[in-house]
């Protein structure tokens, strides 16, 4: 299963509303997840299950959809949230990556 | 606290091979399944490889098939990649990750904890 992630990279201010598109090849139900990845850190898990909101990630994260098509929302960008975000397909192995969206600072 | 350990990256030769360990502590070792997962040097993630809480599957990435293989000890809480004719693309940090869910849940939630990786290089 294939996944792409669009835009591949933007560019937004504090306080911006994001929104990140993941598309998967073929249907996955609600099998996917959504990582933020910092320069030289580990991956962070801040969405699974598409929409649920993994402990301890604050509530301007949000996720939805099913089937094909998936969306990471960060309501109003914070200082820290400046970072690369990758979607993760759960539904079958080999499990698959996005190849990543950098939101950087406008 | 949950703690995951990479150890045995390194410098190796095309066609060589590597050993790559995960020391896990923090919680039942025995009753999660466990990833690797890679980053080559700018570029995106990739999974790797899995093996169910008891070891009884596995899996792999096409890309690794037939050269790596995962393993765990969960009387040592220790996970494995054994790295066979390595290339030059194998070149990248190796992460170990810890699923969400029992293994026996048989469930998929994402992977809650990653080790800070391990750099491996494959060069002549």
């Known amino acids: 299963i294939q996944l792409t992630q669009s835009p591949s990279f933007l560019s937004a201010s504090v306080g911006d509303r994001v929104t990140i598109t993941c598309r998967a090849s073929q249907g996955i139900s609600s099998y996917l997840a959504w990582y933020q990845q910092k320069p030289g850190k580990a991956p962070k898990l801040l969405i699974y299950?598409?929409?649920t909101l993994q402990s301890g990630v604050p509530s301007r994260f949000s996720g939805s959809g099913s089937g094909t098509e998936f969306t990471l929302t960060i309501s109003s960008l914070q200082p820290e949230d400046f970072a690369t975000y990758y979607c993760?397909?759960?539904?079958?192995?080999?499990?698959?990556f996005g190849p990543g969206t950098k939101v950087d600072i406008k | 606290q949950v703690q995951l350990v990479e150890s045995g990256g390194g410098v190796v030769q095309p066609g060589g091979s590597l050993r790559l360990s995960c020391a896990a502590s923090?919680?039942?070792?025995?009753?999660?399944?466990m990833h690797w997962v890679r980053q080559a040097p700018g570029k995106g993630l990739e999974w790797v490889a899995f093996i169910r809480y008891d070891g009884s599957n596995k899996y792999y990435a096409d890309s690794v098939k037939g050269r790596f293989t995962i393993s765990r000890d969960n009387s040592k809480n220790t996970l494995y990649l054994q790295m066979n004719s390595l290339r030059a693309e194998d070149t990248a940090v190796y992460y170990c990750?810890?699923?969400?869910?029992?293994?026996?849940?048989?469930?998929?939630?994402?992977?809650?904890?990653w080790g800070q990786g391990t750099l491996v290089t494959v060069s002549s």
């Open positions: 923090g919680f039942t070792f025995s009753s999660y399944g």
């Open positions: 299950a598409a929409s």
């Open positions: 993760q397909q759960l539904n079958s192995y080999p499990f698959t």
């Open positions: 990750a810890k699923d969400q869910v029992l293994g026996w849940l048989q469930l998929q939630e994402g992977f809650d904890y």
